[in-house]
């Protein structure tokens, strides 16, 4: 079974330049997360699907950042315009929630650099 | 949320046990403990969780203290491929922050052959 798929693995884009991010998780999940991970530290989330929903995205800077998951299935992040600072590794993950008593599934991320 | 506090790193041997300690001491009632692995150039990779009773799986054990305020990932036989960046995380059961998977800074585990 294929697991989390990001695209693209990496980007390279000039300031102000939008950038899009698109993620298709495991078949079946209903819970998809974005995070980004600068480099020496861990993952930080920006937002939290459930199904089409998005239950958590207080992380999220809504001034330049949007996400979407139409259908609950695929999900996209967008960047609109990129910062220097936005550089940085963004991963996706998927999750079945049963409770809390489930993993989650992560993509291998997109390396976003902005110059 | 409640917060955990792990060594920054710590080295071991090939094939020898490595114990990874994580002090949570402010875990509530119905705070699951998970552990994720993330080796370079990768997403992180779910390793293992428990609630109260310690726990094994395929990959390490759990060793969940009785006040639940710590809890210890033991890699039984550590192999080069174990040499990664190890989170341990409080996933809230309730409240505003359900389900949430917070990371912190992890420890870097170092395996010698």
């Known amino acids: 079974e294929a697991g989390v798929v990001q695209s693209p693995r990496y980007k390279i884009i000039e300031k102000k330049q939008p950038v899009a991010f698109w993620c298709n998780p495991i078949s079946g999940h209903n819970t998809l997360y974005w995070y980004r991970q600068n480099l020496g530290q861990g993952p930080e989330l920006l937002i939290r699907?459930?199904?089409?929903?998005?239950?958590?995205d207080s992380q999220l800077p809504k001034d330049r950042f949007s996400a979407e998951r139409l259908k609950g299935v695929d999900s996209t992040l967008k960047i609109q315009p990129a910062e220097l600072g936005d550089s940085a590794v963004y991963l996706c993950?998927?999750?079945?929630?049963?409770?809390?008593?489930?993993?989650?599934?992560f993509g291998q991320g997109t390396r976003l650099t902005v110059v | 949320d409640a917060k955990t506090t792990q060594p920054n790193s710590m080295e071991s041997n090939e094939e020898e046990p490595v114990h990874l300690p994580c002090n949570h001491s402010t875990i509530s009632g119905t705070d699951y403990i998970h552990w994720y692995r993330q080796l370079p150039s990768q997403g992180p990779e779910y390793v293992i969780h428990g609630l109260t009773s310690n726990v094994n799986n395929r990959m390490a054990s759990l060793a969940i203290a009785e006040d639940r305020k710590s809890s210890t990932l033991i890699l039984h036989r550590a192999t080069l491929r174990d040499a990664a960046v190890y989170y341990c995380i409080l996933r809230p059961a309730g409240g505003t922050s359900y389900g949430k998977l917070t990371f912190g800074q992890g420890t870097i585990l170092t395996v010698h052959p």
């Open positions: 699907y459930e199904n089409e929903e998005a239950v958590d």
């Open positions: 993950a998927s999750s079945l929630e049963i409770g809390l008593n489930t993993e989650a599934f």
